[in-house]
């Protein structure tokens, strides 16, 4: 019992004798300036972190599930026995390393099979979502380019589908983007009216990335069936976190990803319906693995993972579901509680709870997310983070531009804690209100003048 | 680490061992090892697991049920283990995840799935135990902002 007591204290005065010694900050300091395009990130367990200018005392609070998740630790455990000891070719049939990989990858394949309801011969593994988009859209139209030129998508998609339709549209395709209501849902008339005879796919996302609401698959489905039309989704966000069945949705394509369900990154799924039988042109050309669709050795370690990911998905689902749902009521309420004009962009009931996407209103967007720099979120998708312009999932919701420059992104996973959703409020609210104290907008506001009405001086 | 139960206290421990002989009179359970050959510590090494395994196989059928004691030492080793990972959110995570599971199957009372249930959190704790030594390799020098500022 004693050896417990003494035991952390030993590790700590022997974790300080293997640090770097004293004299690399002092190197790092006199060469700052020239090293530091050389060395952008210094990590001292005592001081933090200094990157890119900025200080903080610890690695952040990861709250941004839908841009990547982490790592499960079962996950890892499946994969790792391939990275280490079984690392033969799937391919290959002539010894034991091949046998042995190509039964855990066809091992794999049922795992993701069975998460969605589908045939293990329907699953075609690629390098993630994006490919599978790129495949499913161009593959499709680009077979069917004789009978059918039409497409139908929604504004909110992607970027991958948005820039492969832009591709399709400069080889001559017509693109319907259909409009989506303030709370991110599609009208379904509006769908029905949009289908021609010559339409050759409909491509919706299941669970949108940035603002998490669930579009309705099932009413999409019958639509697609009655005119018999390929209808295509986006699961990478739905995966694992809503039941996803490919027959009540009736998709007859799929994009999965690796990484949203805390698998490994650089792997997703796509699904190809069997019957009615939907044909693709393959985007990769090789030696016809993966039944000719995407030609390249599958690697066998990413889809071993990506398999026990989808496993563990169908065990804990529910478990899951609940905690998350409970995390981001506390989230919401904790922020409302405190500060008042938030504004919840997209549909409440309509929505994975996991994505909760808000606008705090005479508040300035980046200044915010700055100063939430120990909380990982993100503005925006991790896509369009990039550009300073508001992103285009909210510009089509009709959200105005300056909250859609307030609008936070917290993602709740698996691994978030009430401990860390407390510490996030906290920190939002604290930030929220010295941005607001600053500002003369909220002044006004207080003091009861309609900003709309304000007729801004010209200089 | 789903399906793990609690053992209800009916279920029968010192009256199935009788025919087992006087050497069982110390044990609470056919399966349990003698005090002095135990890990002082209480965790369950690689070395006790294989033991176990094959007294398991070597007793009777009906002892295939793990015994309460089993199962709570189960439910300890797992929680000491999760206390071992470096990263905070997995260490969090293990501790709710091992509790709400066993609560969870408190309540089951068929064999199959009792057994069944403790084969599955063997297997889970051996994952732990070998991830817990792969992430304290790698782990970050700077701690979480959430560790930190506990201590």
């Known amino acids: ?459 | 680490m789903t399906i793990l139960p609690f053992i209800s206290l009916t279920l029968p421990r010192r009256s199935s061992l009788v025919e087992l002989g006087p050497a069982s009179i110390n044990r609470t359970g056919p399966n349990r090892m003698p005090p002095n050959k135990r890990n002082v510590e209480g965790c369950c090494t690689a070395g006790t697991f294989w033991k176990l395994k094959l007294r398991a196989s070597m007793a009777s059928a009906a002892a295939k049920t793990p015994t309460r004691s089993e199962v709570l030492s189960l439910f300890r080793c797992l929680l000491r283990t999760g206390r071992d990972f470096c990263d905070y959110n997995v260490r969090e995570y293990t501790k709710r995840r091992t509790i709400d599971a066993f609560r969870s199957n408190r309540s089951l009372s068929d064999q199959q799935s009792v057994s069944a249930a403790y084969a599955d959190g063997k297997e889970q704790l051996a994952i732990a135990k070998r991830q817990a030594i792969v992430y304290s390799l790698y782990s970050p020098k700077v701690k979480s902002i959430m560790e930190l500022n506990q201590v």
């Open chain 1, 1 to 459: 019992m004693a050896s417990k007591f003494l035991a952390s204290p030993i590790r700590r005065f022997l974790a300080k004798a293997h640090r770097p010694s004293a004299s690399w900050p002092r190197h790092l300091s006199t060469a700052a300036a020239a090293a530091e395009a050389a060395s952008p990130v210094y990590e001292d367990p005592d001081a933090g972190i200094v990157m890119k200018g900025v200080r903080i005392s610890g690695r952040p609070l990861y709250l941004d599930m839908q841009a990547t998740s982490p790592l499960d630790p079962r996950v890892l455990d499946a994969m790792l026995p391939f990275y280490t000891a079984r690392y033969g070719n799937p391919h290959s049939r002539t010894h034991l390393y091949g046998w042995e990989s190509d039964l855990a990858v066809e091992s794999a394949r049922a795992q993701v099979a069975a998460l969605v309801n589908a045939s293990p011969k329907e699953i075609v593994f690629t390098s993630g979502a994006t490919e599978c988009n790129n495949i499913s859209i161009k593959g499709v139209m680009h077979f069917y380019r004789d009978k059918k030129r039409h497409v139908i998508t929604t504004q909110t998609e992607h970027k991958c589908v948005l820039d492969s339709c832009r591709h399709l549209q400069q080889e001559g395709f017509d693109i319907t983007y259909l409009k989506v209501g303030s709370d991110g849902i599609i009208d379904l008339e509006q769908l029905r009216s949009s289908i021609r005879p010559d339409t050759g796919l409909v491509s919706v996302m299941a669970v949108n990335n940035e603002i998490g609401v669930i579009q309705p698959m099932e009413e999409i489905g019958k639509i697609c069936k009655e005119f018999n039309v390929p209808f295509h989704t986006d699961a990478a966000q739905a995966l694992g976190k809503i039941p996803v069945d490919v027959d009540k949705w009736n998709v007859s394509l799929m994009s999965l990803s690796g990484h949203k369900v805390y698998g490994p990154k650089g792997v997703g799924a796509l699904y190809l319906r069997r019957r009615p039988r939907i044909r693709v042109e393959p985007q990769m050309n090789g030696g016809g693995q993966e039944r000719g669709i995407r030609s390249g050795t599958v690697p066998t370690p990413l889809v071993v993972g990506m398999g026990a990911a989808c496993e563990l998905a169908m065990k804990e689902m529910e478990y899951d579901h609940k905690r998350v749902s409970s995390l981001q009521e506390r989230l919401l309420n904790g922020i409302k509680e405190k500060i008042d004009g938030v504004v919840v962009n997209g549909s409440l009931e309509k929505r994975y709870p996991g994505n909760l996407n808000i606008s705090f209103a005479y508040v300035e967007g980046e200044s915010l997310l700055m100063g939430l720099k120990e909380v990982a979120v993100s503005s925006g998708s991790a896509c369009t983070s990039a550009s300073l312009e508001p992103s285009y999932v909210l510009r089509a919701l009709g959200v105005e531009e300056d909250m859609a420059h307030t609008s936070i992104r917290y993602g709740i996973g698996r691994f978030t804690t009430e401990e860390e959703i407390d510490r996030a409020v906290e920190l939002t609210v604290k930030q929220v209100e010295k941005l607001r104290e600053m500002s003369p907008l909220y002044e006004m506001v207080k003091e009861g003048i309609d900003i709309k009405s304000i007729q801004w001086a010209q200089h």
